[in-house]
């Protein structure tokens, strides 16, 4: 019997029920807590979840969307988007360039030079953890597969 052939279990039916906001006082408290342990009920939820956003896109796109397509998929549009992240790449990397040069050249003390030097350890630590979070919480997200 395969898994589409089977009754749903009892934890596929809470994740349901929570995933369509059903679940109300203490057996969402304690649902909440089950899920902050337990990684398969989390996916389960999240494969609910996604089933709820893929029967509201059967409905069919706005007409808003069709005018977002239709921009997207221009030539220009794309060419111009390129451009637009290269030149702020460029900008970027030459900026933070410019500014490490200097501040090595500088006759700044030794601590301007450190704080300096740590603050844009600090930021790049945050761009990554950020990085790094995203990367890890895709599997949970419903919104993957959606296409707006």
């Keep these: 019997m395969s898994r589409e052939d089977r009754p749903p279990s009892d934890d596929q ?13 203490a057996a969402r408290i304690e649902f909440e807590a089950r899920l902050a342990r337990d990684p398969a009920l989390a996916l389960e939820v999240t494969a609910q979840k996604r089933l709820h ?7 069919g796109p706005e007409p808003m969307d069709h005018e977002w397509k239709r921009i997207e998929s221009s030539r220009a549009h794309r060419s111009a988007r390129g451009l637009a992240w290269t030149l702020i790449a460029t900008g970027s990397f030459g900026l933070a360039g410019w500014a490490i040069a200097e501040e090595l050249r500088s006759g700044l003390p030794v601590v301007p030079k450190i704080s300096i030097a740590l603050l844009l350890a600090g930021l790049a630590m945050l761009f990554l953890i950020t990085l790094r979070n995203r990367l890890r919480t895709m599997p949970y997200d419903p919104y993957t597969q959606i296409k707006r």
Excluded: P, S, V, Y
Excluded at 53 to 59: D, I
């Design 13 to 25: 039916i809470l994740a349901m029920a929570f995933a369509d906001g059903e679940l109300e006082g």
């Design 53 to 59: 956003l893929l029967a509201r896109e059967a409905a």
